[in-house]
Nanobody, 116 residues
Framework: EIRLVESGGGLVQPGGSLRLSCAAS????????MKWVRQPPGKGLEWVST??????????TYAVSVKGRFTTIRDDAKNMLYLQMNNLTPDDSAVYFC???????RGQGTQVTVSS
């Protein structure tokens, strides 16, 4: 059974940091291109970051809105994907999902709220 379980969300003040985790199981994680997406309140899904594998391993791309503030890290030995988020702003408030790029299979998401 394919499973993606996100965790680590919460309430944080502007300028703060959070680290999201995504635990993957049921598929060959180390050979799977993964992404983070988010859904702000009342809006559609928004791409955040993609972590590549194979010949493009160690390449990660980011949306302009998060570049320089967010870092995606993958630990293939543990089947884990992380999103380190720094210097958060209220515009980063959303439900965050990790997903497989090949079919958009994603987990239940974790809520991030940035507010003072």
């Amino acid at each position: 059974e394919i499973r993606l379980v996100e965790s680590g969300g919460g309430l944080v003040q502007p300028g703060g940091s959070l680290r999201l985790s995504c635990a993957a199981s049921g598929f060959p994680f180390a050979s799977t291109v993964m992404k983070w997406v988010r859904q702000p309140p009342g809006k559609g899904l928004e791409w955040v970051s993609t972590s590549f594998v194979g010949m493009a391993a160690n390449i990660t791309t980011y949306a302009v809105s998060v570049k320089g503030r967010f870092t995606t890290i993958r630990d293939d030995a543990k089947n884990m994907l992380y999103l380190q988020m720094n210097n958060l702003t209220p515009d980063d408030s959303a439900v965050y999902f990790c997903a497989r790029v090949q079919d958009d299979w994603r987990g239940q998401g974790t809520q991030v709220t940035v507010s003072s």
